[in-house]
């Protein structure tokens, strides 16, 4: 029976994402591993090979973390599977419950659910849905309570929560310690987000997570396979080639430091810092580059963490919503435009101009 008990944990394929899914790999496993229940970890993105997020299939029973509702949750057949399953187990605590846990503003395409109503409106799912946190690990902080997941794994994890915080609220000093090398919060993002093409992104991604389950010591974790310091050096030596050729094709239109890469002979991937130090005045960076899918780009946009806009109400994870099948916070947002909508680019430069 034990080889059918497996709780599933969905969680953003990054650093803030892989944090949550190891704090919440420890909770359920030491409340239910005694029941016989085993824990997969599944990164996910919006679209990936598998598809669309919201087409994709889920398993049940799980828990999505750092990332969007899925309709199943609103599906009364998806927990249809938990009344089959308590008949043939005895004691119905061993059952695990769902939970949708997040901090994105966009983390719900539904227009009639907000912060407030889920725990209403999706009664088979413990939610928590706050987009004033800065990331999953510490809204499990914040409201460890409600959610009655132990202050203890908490403590033992610290470390790791707080540079979730660095990392998701880009809370670094500098725009220069943003790419500091050295630093523990550069480094665990760096592993949790590499660009090299012969990396198998969700072994690498799954790895961490078991590492981090193990111990709480970030140092530990560097230190446990010779491959990380490689891929943190790799990674810094792809800096450089991204410095020079961002020079290329960054400008600066107003406040806004646009890098487009649509016409450019290179690409090395995306660095959403960059721009900051090529013009530190400006107080949005918009990045513009090939998608993998033909007909359209990807774009990135995000507010200048050490210049940032004063009194501005704009809200780029809505914006990116609404106008480019994104989304994201109010400081950062993505998406992407298809080929015949490239004049919405002007239209979001002058938005951010506004």
Same mark, same amino acid.
């Given at each position: ?33 005694? =029941?016989g229940w085993n824990i997969e970890i599944n990164p996910v993105n919006h679209v990936s090979s598998l598809g669309e997020w919201s087409l994709r299939e889920i398993k049940w029973p799980c828990a999505i973390l ?8 609103? /599906?009364?057949? =998806? ?34 659910? /907000? ?8 009664? /088979? ?108 050096? /790799?990674?810094?030596?792809? =800096? ?20 487009? =890469? ?34 359209s780009s990807s774009i990135s946009c995000g507010i200048n963490p050490w210049n940032k806009p004063k009194n501005s109400t704009k809200h780029l994870g809505n914006y990116f919503a609404q106008n480019f099948a ?29």
């Open positions: 029976m034990s080889k059918d008990l497996t709780y599933t944990i969905y969680s953003h394929s990054d650093a803030d994402g892989g944090i949550a899914a190891a704090l919440f790999s420890k909770y359920i496993h030491e409340k239910y591993a005694k =029941f750092d990332f969007s509702l899925h309709p199943a949750f609103l /599906n009364n057949k =998806f927990f249809s599977t938990k009344q089959t399953l308590e008949k043939k187990l005895a004691n119905e605590k061993q059952i695990p419950e769902c939970y949708w846990i997040d901090h994105h503003p966009t983390g719900s395409s539904f227009p009639f659910l /907000n912060e407030k109503n889920t725990s209403e409106i999706i009664p /088979n799912v413990i939610t928590k849905w706050d987009t004033q946190a800065i990331s999953t690990p510490g809204l499990l902080r914040t409201h460890h309570h409600e959610l009655s997941f132990p202050i203890k794994i908490l403590k033992e994890y610290e470390e790791f929560i707080d540079l979730a915080e660095i990392i998701d609220g880009a809370l670094y000093v500098t725009s220069d310690a943003a790419h500091d090398y050295s630093s523990q919060a550069v480094k665990l993002q760096t592993l949790f987000s590499p660009s090299h093409s012969v990396i198998d992104k969700v072994a690498l991604y799954k790895k961490l997570v078991r590492q981090i389950i193990k111990s709480p010591s970030v140092e530990e974790l560097f230190d446990s396979d010779y491959i990380y310091d490689a891929i943190i050096k /790799n990674e810094e030596l792809l =800096f450089y080639k991204q410095y020079r050729i961002y020079k290329k094709v960054t400008q600066q239109i107003s406040k806004v430091a646009y890098s487009n =890469f649509l016409e450019a002979k290179e690409f090395s991937g995306m660095a959403r810092f960059l721009p900051y130090l090529l013009f530190p005045e400006s107080e949005y960076a918009l990045h513009v580059f090939p998608n993998y899918n033909k007909g994104g989304g994201g916070h109010a400081f950062v947002a993505g998406g992407r435009v298809l080929e015949d909508e490239i004049y919405k680019l002007d239209k979001l430069i002058e938005y951010l101009n506004e």
